[in-house]
Each structure stands twice: as C-alpha cells, then as structure tokens.
C-alpha cells in the first residue's frame, strides 16, 4: 500500500497550489481520506479529511473557506486545492488513509502515510 503525494512548491502570499495524492495497492474507494501538516518545530495538525464518497468533507479552522478538499476514486487520487495562501500555510504536507469507520482529525485514527511534500509560502 503506498501513498504518493505532489504538487507543492515555493508560492507568493495570496497565490494557489493544488496538491495531489495517488493511492495503490488498497481498495482507495473504501477509505476517508485526510491531508496533515507538520511545520518546522511543531506537531503535525489536521488540515482537511474527505469521506469516502466524497459527500462529507471536514476542515481545520485555519484553513476554511481557502482550501477544499477533493477526491476521484476512478483515479485513486486525493486533491488538495489551497487559495488565498498565506506565510502561515508553510509546512510538509502529508496525505493519509483512515483507519476509522467514521471521518476523523486524529493523526492516530490513519494508518497509511504519504511521503510529504513541501509548501512553502513566501510573503
């Protein structure tokens, strides 16, 4: 089971990235899906999740209303659409699958990590 993520890169304030997530070797369809974060010297926080059909989809404080969270089974692929970023938004991003039966926040409830990729937001 692997999980791939792309997508980040260096952006000015106020622009866009949108990061992407490829999911093999598990049925991704049966899976809520979630994005992570973890900035120099901090913990990694929650930053969205999205049910597995797609239809319930869940966010941070910080970043409601900018992001959106997204997903196309046919692709086996999980998006992260990032608006109006902001110095505050750099951090590795991380994509993971749940373990959960129910959409969760918690970094304990997802077995299945991503390697991370980097967004950093200059100002």
């Known amino acids: 089971v692997q999980l791939q993520a792309s997508g980040g890169g260096l952006v000015q304030a106020g622009g866009s990235l949108r990061l992407s997530c490829a999911a093999s070797?598990?049925?991704?369809?049966?899976?809520?899906m979630g994005w992570f974060r973890q900035a120099p010297g901090k913990e990694r926080e929650f930053v969205a999740a999205i049910s597995w059909s797609g239809s319930i989809t869940n966010y941070a404080d910080s970043v409601k209303g900018r992001f959106t969270i997204s997903r196309d089974n046919a692709k086996n692929t999980v998006y992260l659409q990032m608006n109006s970023l902001k110095p505050e938004d750099t951090a590795v991003y991380y994509c993971a699958s749940c373990m959960r039966a129910r959409l969760s926040r918690r970094t304990d409830d997802y077995d299945i990590w991503g390697q991370g990729t980097q967004v950093t937001v200059s100002s």
């Open positions: 070797g598990r049925t991704f369809s049966n899976y809520h």
